[in-house]
């Protein structure tokens, strides 16, 4: 009764569920438990999964009414993702759903439908749909199973929820984590499946191997569903053929497309497209839209160009132009070894040609920030190289471009709060307070650019102050600040979202 009368009681607002979904655990918090239990955290994500989504109203068999595509992959399933919701939003009369992760200022941004985030109204409502009746029915699958999921189950729930509340007619369901154990991967029978590039990442969950992370991944390949994947220059993809014979899911490599325009920006992107092409390809040939007369035959069909020209992916080699403070930022969340490399060429490809950035002007400014444990010296180094190749000039030479660099940590603001939507408990409080990241980075910065003036290269403990460096910047010499400011913000995906909302950037996270 007191339970009941304490959700009578309740206040349902945004701000309220926010608070209430950052109470659950991490996602890195996650990782490190099913680390230290040698895997065995794993064996029960599903069958937690099924009990949650039992708690909250549904089957497994309900989530095929949401015509899923579902999508794994190590680098580019967030863009793959993005370019097959767009093809599909172009050609089917309905909504359609789209669940990414993480997300930039706003955790509804997770969850859309035809581009835009959930409202924050609707949000709270199927937030609290949700909370409410997991509250209600208290009792663990195990004894290790907490009466709510951990975050990212959470939101995979919400998602669930709300696109069968709101009838979408298709979903991309970007995975989380890997594939098998991904909460996620509760879905019977996706309309098409795919898996972008592989590479080395969380292998403390995944494994050590491009081949162990290729069998996790390829978990989310279902019986009688096309399975696709992109050419795997890394490895690993004869273990994604092989578990798909073994499933009985038709499988395919997916072919090179022409050079077409692109919305979202990287040499890289082509890549990723293709895989996108198949995916929606597969998806129309099963459902074709009520009196469709499409023509799917040709490599990139035609009605396909419109779409992949103008899909957008916030914070992934993304411009955003602010002429009123003479400042232009690259925004790229690249994380990797790879990524990187790829925001490099990125990078220095749109200065070159003039297509980013006004006067054709390369990056003068840098804010960086990587997680904890990653090699500062190989990230900074992988960006600056493969920027100086683009660019074509020397390494050396490439860093007497920038005026200034910032490392900075993940923190929103210069109090040390974090704005609600962007609280993270996996931020190491010892690090933290001793900018032990940070510092790394910045000592890497100098050891690749011997002679760069230490005091252009800042360790600062939040956005905000990075930021207000930038802000505070006078490029023009003269005391005018004439000068224009082209900021490369990169590194992670989390200080592309704090710069944005700390540089009122807001406006540049619609997809529609």
């Not at 471009?401 to 609600?420: I, S």
Request: with cysteine.
């Amino acid at each position: 009764m007191f339970a009941s009368l304490a959700r009578m009681a309740r206040s349902r607002t945004y701000s309220d569920a926010i608070a209430l979904l950052n109470t659950c655990q991490s996602n890195a918090a996650t990782i490190e438990a099913i680390r230290k239990s040698g895997g065995r955290l794993n064996d029960w994500a599903i069958p937690e999964m099924h009990d949650y989504l039992r708690k909250i109203g549904y089957a497994p068999a309900d989530l095929d009414r949401l015509h899923v595509v579902h999508i794994t992959g190590t680098k580019g399933k967030g863009s793959t993702s993005a370019f097959t919701e767009r093809i599909l939003r172009k050609h089917l009369p309905g909504n359609v759903g789209l669940y990414t992760s993480p997300h930039l200022c706003a955790v509804r941004e997770r969850i859309r439908v035809n581009g835009e985030p959930l409202s924050e109204e609707l949000f709270a409502k199927f937030f609290f749909e949700v909370w409410e009746r997991l509250e209600a029915d208290p009792k663990p699958l195990a004894p290790h199973t907490p009466v709510f999921p951990i975050y990212f189950r959470l939101l995979t729930l919400l998602a669930f929820h709300a696109f069968l509340s709101l009838g979408v007619d298709a979903t991309v369901l970007e995975v989380g984590i890997g594939g098998t154990y991904d909460s996620t991967n509760i879905v019977p029978r996706p309309v098409a499946t795919g898996v972008s590039a592989l590479g080395l990442d969380h292998v403390a969950v995944l494994g050590n191997t491009i081949d162990e992370i290729a069998r996790n991944k390829a978990g989310i390949y279902k019986a009688g569903v096309p399975a696709f994947s992109v050419e795997q220059s890394n490895g690993g993809g004869g273990v994604l053929e092989a578990y798909a014979r073994e499933v009985g899911a038709p499988f395919a490599y997916v072919p090179a497309i022409p050079d077409v325009p692109l919305g979202i920006r990287g040499v890289h992107q082509r890549t990723n497209a293709a895989l996108a092409v198949a995916l929606a390809r597969s998806f129309l040939v099963a459902r074709p839209p009520p009196g469709s007369t499409l023509d799917l035959a040709a490599p990139v069909p035609a009605s396909f160009l419109e779409p992949l020209a103008s899909t957008k992916w916030p914070g992934r080699c993304q411009t955003v132009v602010r002429p009123e403070s003479k400042t232009t930022w690259l925004l790229d969340g690249a994380h990797t070894v790879e990524s990187l490399t790829a925001c490099g060429e990125w990078a220095y490809d749109a200065a070159s040609s003039g297509a980013a950035t006004p006067a054709s002007s390369r990056p003068n400014v840098l804010i960086f920030n990587c997680s904890g444990g990653r090699a500062a010296e190989s990230l900074l180094g992988s960006l600056l190289d493969a920027g100086a190749r683009t660019a074509g000039v020397s390494r050396a030479e490439l860093g007497k471009t920038f005026d200034t660099v910032v490392f900075c940590t993940n923190v929103t603001y210069t109090d040390g709060a974090f704005k609600g939507d962007l609280t993270s408990a996996a931020i190491d409080p010892a690090d933290l307070a001793a900018l032990a990241t940070q510092n790394a980075l910045r000592d890497a910065w100098l050891a690749l650019n011997p002679g760069f003036d230490p005091l252009k290269v800042h360790a600062v403990p939040s956005i905000q102050h990075a930021v207000d460096i930038v802000t505070a910047l006078d490029l023009g010499g003269n005391g005018s600040g004439d000068g224009e400011k082209v900021v490369l913000v990169a590194g992670s995906l989390h200080l592309v979202g704090g710069v944005m909302e700390v540089a009122q950037l807001q406006d540049a996270l619609g997809m529609a």
